[in-house]
């Protein structure tokens, strides 16, 4: 028996616009997935990318 389970989860997307917030694609390798081990790290990684596209809005909500 497969059993689904209904969640109140957004999207990226959908959280983007209720942030108010321009949803950007990031490209990642499978070398990426490797190396983001920490949050630390990875926020290295992906906050120049962010900030190239709406850096008024990330320093608010993406802060570690």
Known sequence: ???TMQTNMKSSSE???DLG???VDLEWSD???QNLITFSI??????PQL??????????????
Do not use: E, G, Q
Request: aromatic share 18%.
């Open 42 to 47: 990875f926020a290295r990684m992906v906050r």
């Open 31 to 33: 070398a990426d997935y």
């Open 21 to 23: 917030i321009k949803d």
């Open 1 to 3: 028996m497969l059993v």
């Open 51 to 64: 900030m190239a596209v709406s850096s008024y809005t990330i320093l608010f909500y993406f802060t570690t």
């Open 15 to 17: 959280l983007c616009m």
